[in-house]
């Protein structure tokens, strides 16, 4: 009896295993034939000469290669990073490729918040401006875990302590205007279910809520954009947006298993590269069209439709309250 048991028990997990490799499939074979049959690619050639833009994240995948146009470009480039070592690695890319010297790298944990405000305030001494902000440092796939601060470690990652840089950094945006913020969402924003009252915790058991707030902090850069949109200056341009199925390592910490069919997924739909991820990153950093454009959603450079969640006027506002009750 116990034998078989087991054996109908190690069915049960078998068949469930196959089910979520064929329901991803699915997914993401309509995505790539539905919604992404073309890969956008930013056609401004806007110059940034003289300007100072700040990419979080921004040594490795779309984050590096967002610095890397963006300094192509002549910005003074700053990477906000957790890793010097690695950091160091990518400003010697970055500077060997684009002939830029102005690459810098200053320390930040977005989840801690005493980083996060050490950093602000360093910033602030040094840069006498900031015309463009990439808000593009993200987590997902990790164990749900609590950070020093109390929060929901990929919420404050992916977006209470991004909420809490940008408030730190608004009045040298203001001073540097016209000048812009991106948001680094996602399509997995559709899938959000927000809670304010939890909009910190933990819910659910450890899978549930392992996708459930990585959700929710994608679904929160959307509303964060409309809120910053009615909020800032009309001459700071305000926007979120989806970079594309990229394949980079962001999601590292999934289950071994699920991992192994997610990268092998990757190679056969042909996923974007980092360099293809950053097109619409970069399009709403420098194309002249968007510059007036605010509290907008973007996917393949181009304004797309969000969840439609995101328009009610009352959530963002309440979203916006207990972000700043918890960042302060």
């Given at each position: 009896?116990?034998?078989?048991?087991?054996?109908?028990?190690?069915?049960?997990?078998?068949?469930?295993?196959?089910?979520?490799?064929?329901?991803?499939?699915?997914?993401?074979?309509?995505?790539?034939?539905?919604?992404?049959?073309?890969?956008?690619?930013?056609?401004?050639?806007?110059?940034?000469?003289?300007?100072?833009?700040?990419?979080?994240?921004?040594?490795?995948?779309?984050?590096?290669?967002?610095?890397?146009?963006?300094?192509?470009?002549?910005?003074?480039?700053?990477?906000?990073?957790?890793?010097?070592?690695?950091?160091?690695?990518?400003?010697?890319?970055?500077?060997?490729?684009?002939?830029?010297?102005?690459?810098?790298?200053?320390?930040?944990?977005?989840?801690?918040?005493?980083?996060?405000?050490?950093?602000?305030?360093?910033?602030?001494?040094?840069?006498?401006?900031?015309?463009?902000?990439?808000?593009n440092a993200g987590r997902g796939g990790d164990k749900p875990k609590y950070?020093?601060?109390?929060?929901?470690?990929?919420?404050?990652?992916?977006?209470?302590?991004?909420?809490?840089?940008?408030?730190?950094?608004?009045?040298?945006?203001?001073?540097?205007?016209?000048?812009?913020?991106?948001?680094?969402?996602?399509?997995?924003?559709?899938?959000?279910?927000?809670?304010?009252?939890?909009?910190?915790?933990?819910?659910?058991?450890?899978?549930?809520?392992?996708?459930?707030?990585?959700?929710?902090?994608?679904?929160?850069?959307?509303?964060?954009?409309?809120?910053?949109?009615?909020?800032?200056?009309?001459?700071?341009?305000?926007?979120?947006?989806?970079?594309?199925?990229?394949?980079?390592?962001?999601?590292?910490?999934?289950?071994?298993?699920?991992?192994?069919?997610?990268?092998?997924?990757?190679?056969?739909?042909?996923?974007?590269?980092?360099?293809?991820?950053?097109?619409?990153?970069?399009?709403?950093?420098?194309?002249?069209?968007?510059?007036?454009?605010?509290?907008?959603?973007?996917?393949?450079?181009?304004?797309?439709?969000?969840?439609?969640?995101?328009?009610?006027?009352?959530?963002?506002?309440?979203?916006?309250?207990?972000?700043?009750?918890?960042?302060?």
């Amino acid at each position: 009896m116990f034998l078989t048991a087991v054996y109908y028990l190690l069915l049960i997990v078998f068949n469930l295993y196959i089910a979520i490799c064929l329901l991803t499939l699915l997914g993401l074979l309509y995505y790539k034939i539905r919604i992404e049959s073309v890969k956008g690619v930013c056609k401004s050639n806007a110059r940034l000469d003289g300007k100072i833009a700040l990419v979080t994240g921004g040594n490795q995948g779309i984050g590096l290669e967002t610095a890397r146009e963006l300094a192509a470009r002549g910005a003074r480039v700053i990477i906000a990073c957790r890793g010097a070592e690695k950091s160091a690695e990518a400003i010697q890319d970055i500077v060997a490729t684009t002939g830029n010297k102005q690459v810098e790298y200053m320390h930040l944990d977005l989840s801690k918040f005493s980083s996060i405000r050490k950093f602000a305030a360093d910033f602030n001494n040094i840069y006498d401006r900031l015309d463009i902000l990439v808000n593009n440092a993200g987590r997902g796939g990790d164990k749900p875990k609590y950070t020093v601060d109390g929060i929901d470690f990929v919420m404050q990652v992916n977006y209470f302590g991004p909420f809490l840089l940008t408030k730190l950094l608004t009045e040298k945006l203001i001073a540097s205007k016209p000048s812009r913020i991106v948001i680094v969402s996602s399509i997995l924003h559709f899938f959000g279910n927000i809670n304010v009252d939890t909009l910190d915790k933990i819910v659910g058991h450890s899978l549930k809520a392992m996708f459930y707030n990585y959700n929710n902090s994608k679904l929160c850069g959307v509303l964060w954009a409309k809120a910053l949109a009615k909020k800032l200056p009309e001459e700071i341009s305000v926007n979120s947006l989806h970079p594309g199925l990229v394949r980079t390592n962001i999601f590292n910490k999934l289950p071994p298993w699920f991992r192994k069919v997610f990268m092998f997924l990757c190679d056969l739909l042909n996923f974007k590269t980092p360099k293809e991820g950053a097109q619409t990153v970069v399009h709403l950093c420098v194309a002249e069209e968007v510059q007036n454009v605010r509290g907008k959603y973007f996917s393949e450079c181009c304004e797309v439709k969000h969840k439609g969640l995101a328009n009610n006027e009352d959530l963002v506002e309440r979203v916006w309250n207990k972000s700043v009750e918890l960042t302060s």
